[in-house]
C-alpha cells in the first residue's frame, strides 16, 4: 500500500476524531494529497485536497468542519473531523490526486469511521 489511512473508529454525533494518511516521502513530496470516502451503497467523493505547498479545497458538505494538515517532516497528511453527523459514516481513504482529477495509486483498505450513538 503506497498510502496507508488510520484512525478511524466509533464516534458520537457531535464527536470528532483525526484520521492520519502515512506515505514515503518520494511519494509525499511535492504532490497533492486528497482525502477520499465512501459510505455504503454510495460512490466514493472526494472530501478534501491539499497541495505540497498547503492550499486546501473541501467538498461543501465538509467545509468549516474538517481541516486538511500535511506535516513535511513526517511525510502525514491528516484530516481532523468535528462535529461529526451520522451521514459521515463511511471508509476513509486517501490517494495523490493527478492533475486530472484521477487518483495515482490503487485503492488501500481505508480506515472505517462510524458515527453512531
Known amino acids: 500500500v503506497q498510502l496507508q489511512a488510520s484512525g478511524g473508529g466509533l464516534v458520537q454525533p457531535g464527536g470528532s476524531l483525526r484520521l492520519s494518511c502515512a506515505t514515503s516521502g518520494r511519494i509525499f513530496s511535492g504532490n497533492v494529497i486528497g482525502w477520499y470516502r465512501q459510505a455504503p451503497g454510495k460512490q466514493r467523493e472526494l472530501v478534501a485536497t491539499?497541495?505540497?505547498?498547503?492550499?486546501?479545497v473541501y467538498a461543501g458538505s465538509v467545509k468549516d468542519r474538517f481541516t486538511i494538515s500535511r506535516d513535511n517532516a513526517k511525510n502525514t497528511v491528516y484530516l481532523q473531523m468535528n462535529s461529526l453527523k451520522p451521514e459521515d459514516t463511511a471508509v476513509y481513504l486517501c490517494?495523490?490526486?493527478?492533475?486530472?482529477?484521477?487518483?495515482?495509486?490503487?485503492w488501500g483498505q481505508g480506515t472505517l469511521v462510524t458515527v453512531s450513538s
Open positions: 490517494n495523490v490526486v493527478l492533475d486530472n482529477g484521477y487518483v495515482r495509486f490503487l
Open positions: 491539499i497541495t505540497s505547498g498547503g492550499s486546501t
